[in-house]
């Protein structure tokens, strides 16, 4: 019988236990055996305990759950071949030779890695007289298949990664709550919100939240941006707003990629405006919490969907990355849509905005 498991790796996001909830059941209704992986890589490579076969019941309540409950970690050893070779030695003698990985990009290139080299770490494994070769005979392929779990919504190839849409409802919570005493006192807000290389987050938050100015990594603002930015606050205040929100993407710098910091953004506000502000950054309260209606259903269609293109997989079949297009849960190439999340990364730092727009998802770049 087939043997799937499903790890989680990276940032926890909301939905990721869903999506393992999802695997572990469609695993199971597909007449195979599922393990989890639990403590991302780290389990991988420990292996014993931390690789554990999974039932139907295990997974109960875990559709509204923020995080994941099968853990998350850093691990160094898995970025090291010797790591990776005991990681495969693990997945032998458990009997498994397909693996789930949700989490984001880096996550999914260490995945791919693993899988464009396991032949030659099974190959390792007999020569170094770790197993013999009959035991190895059936592991000739490893099968990845990924899963966007990140809130920042950072993957190219798909309108929304796994948390995501239970992030930005956490951050409208929180900006209606600060605009309820920011009306009261007339005050400015600067709102911090994760998004180190993408501004999803941010943008969507200043829509969602009629913000008056948005900073994104992707997008920085004019050369005389405080000038700018002050003058469409005036105008604001002079219409007879009471509040202003400013909200700032952890990774927004201007044209220079100098950092742009909530703090640099108050004391303008203060000094020019003459504005009562104060900062809120928002931190991990926008991981938290349980996940919301889009993220259980984006979880459990794609951890489905993530089983059934385990079992369809061929030897020649590339890796897979589960997306969403347009409404419909589509596969595609996990490497190519990792490097167009790289491209934009790399479009930021050599200060190429136009292309690094362009490379964002139509609705976003719009
Ligand atoms: O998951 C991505 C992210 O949310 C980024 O936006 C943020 O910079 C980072 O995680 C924070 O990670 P950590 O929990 O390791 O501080």
Avoid at 153 to 166: M, V
Avoid at 301 to 307: R, S
Avoid at 321 to 348: F, G, H, S, Y
Wanted: charged share 25%.
């Amino acid at each position: 019988m087939k043997k799937i498991a499903v790890m989680t790796s990276g940032g926890d996001s909301q939905g990721m236990s869903g999506a393992v909830r999802a695997v572990v059941r469609q695993t199971i209704a597909s007449g195979c055996i599922a393990y989890a992986v639990y403590e991302g890589y780290e389990g991988l490579v420990q292996g014993g305990d931390l690789i554990k076969r999974m039932q139907w019941e295990d997974v109960r309540g875990w559709l509204s759950e923020g995080g994941t409950l099968i853990g998350t970690a850093r691990c160094m050893a898995f970025m090291e071949r010797a790591g990776r070779l005991t990681a495969a030695n693990n997945m032998v003698e458990k009997g498994i030779d397909a693996l789930i990985i949700c989490g984001g990009d880096g996550s999914l290139t260490g995945a791919d890695k693993f899988r464009s080299e396991w032949p030659s770490l099974i190959d390792e494994l007999v020569t170094t007289g770790k197993r013999t070769a009959e035991e190895v005979k059936q592991f000739k392929h490893l099968n990845i298949v990924g899963l966007v779990g990140s809130i920042d919504n950072d993957l190219s190839g798909t309108d929304a990664t796994i948390g995501c849409y239970s992030s930005l409802g956490r951050i409208c919570q929180a900006i209606d709550y600060i605009d309820a005493t920011a009306l009261s006192h007339q005050r400015a807000f600067v709102i911090e919100v994760m998004g180190r290389h993408c501004g999803w987050l941010a943008l969507m938050a200043g829509v969602s939240c009629g913000a008056d100015f948005v900073f994104l990594p992707e997008n920085p603002p004019s050369e005389n941006w405080e000038e700018e930015m002050c003058s469409v606050i005036s105008k604001h205040r002079k219409l007879g707003k009471r509040k202003t929100i400013v909200i700032v993407a952890e990774g927004a710098h201007d044209r220079q990629l100098t950092h742009i910091s909530p703090d640099v953004v108050k004391d303008l506000l203060s000094n020019r405006l003459h504005l009562d502000t104060r900062v809120t950054t928002l931190g991990h309260v926008q991981r938290g919490g349980t996940a919301c209606a889009y993220d259980r259903m984006l979880a459990t269609l794609q951890g489905v969907e993530a089983v059934k293109a385990v079992l369809e997989a061929t030897p020649e079949t590339t890796s897979p990355v589960i997306c969403i297009v347009e409404n419909k849960i589509v596969r595609k190439n996990l490497m190519e849509a990792v490097k167009m999340t790289k491209d934009v990364a790399a479009q930021i730092a050599a200060k190429d905005f136009g292309a690094a727009m362009a490379g964002r998802d139509a609705e976003f770049a719009e």
